[in-house]
T-cell receptor, first 115, second 112 residues
Framework: AQSVTQLGSHVSVSEGALVLLRCNYS??????LFWYVQYPNQGLQLLLK??????LVKGINGFEAEFKKSETSFHLTKPSAHMSDAAEYFC?????????????FGTGTRLLVSP | EAGVTQFPSHSVIEKGQTVTLRCDPI?????LYWYRRVMGKEIKFLLH????????ESGMPNNRFLAERTGGTYSTLKVQPAELEDSGVYFC??????????FGPGTRLTVT
């Protein structure tokens, strides 16, 4: 069965610092992987997705993630944090046996950015 | 283009009452999904419609939950009777194909 682990329910960084949000997955077949962001009072917005093409995926707002099969990881990074990045971030996985329709989420990581 | 909309944004009901949540997907999206996040836990899949048909309802917690999508447009999720453990945020999403699900802002349900 698929599962996603996000280490750290809260991550705090200073503005301008590197952002690193960790995601490890468990899947019996090659997965699709996603990062979503939720700003206050808004729905989840797709940041980026991995669909078995390039292992380094670039998303919106300067975020990127690297698929590492050997480590079963899909960590999200951004070189320089901005105050507007403060939000909750969710990693998710889907598999071919569900037609890639059913997303399995991690518990989320809240990113706090201080001036 | 209008996004996925959900109504109401908040609902507070007493245990034993009935609540109906509504989701309007992006126009033309045949796929519609319901998810739920109980406080502090992960967002969990409830079910998936393709047009008006239930494709996968493996995540529905029990028979107190009834989802419908008459005519393949908007969907409703009814909880009857509501229990305390049903409290959480209910998200709806829609998609045209496989790869990107567009989420609504969610309905926060509080059962007291």
């Amino acid at each position: 069965a698929q599962s996603v682990t996000q280490l750290g329910s809260h991550v705090s960084v200073s503005e301008g610092a590197l952002v690193l949000l960790r995601c490890n997955y468990s899947s019996s077949v090659p997965p699709y992987l996603f990062w979503y962001v939720q700003y206050p009072n808004q729905g989840l917005q797709l940041l980026l997705k991995y669909t078995s093409a390039a292992t380094l995926v670039k998303g919106i707002n300067g975020f990127e993630a690297e698929f590492k099969k050997s480590e079963t990881s899909f960590h999200l990074t951004k070189p320089s944090a901005h105050m507007s990045d403060a939000a909750e971030y969710f990693c998710a996985v889907s598999e071919m046996n569900t037609g890639f329709q059913k997303l399995v989420f991690g518990t989320g990581t809240r990113l706090l950015v201080s001036p | 283009e209008a996004g996925v909309t959900q109504f109401p944004s908040h609902s507070v009901i007493e245990k034993g009452q009935t609540v109906t949540l509504r989701c309007d997907p992006i126009s033309g999206h045949d796929n519609l999904y319901w998810y739920r996040r109980v406080m502090g836990k992960e967002i969990k899949f409830l079910l998936h419609f393709v047009k008006e048909s239930k494709q996968d309802e493996s995540g529905m917690p029990n028979n107190r939950f009834l989802a419908e999508r008459t005519g393949g447009t908007y969907s409703t999720l009814k909880v009857q009777p509501a229990e305390l453990e049903d409290s959480g945020v209910y998200f709806c999403a829609s998609s045209l194909g496989q790869l990107q699900q567009y989420f609504g802002p969610g309905t926060r349900l509080t059962v007291t």
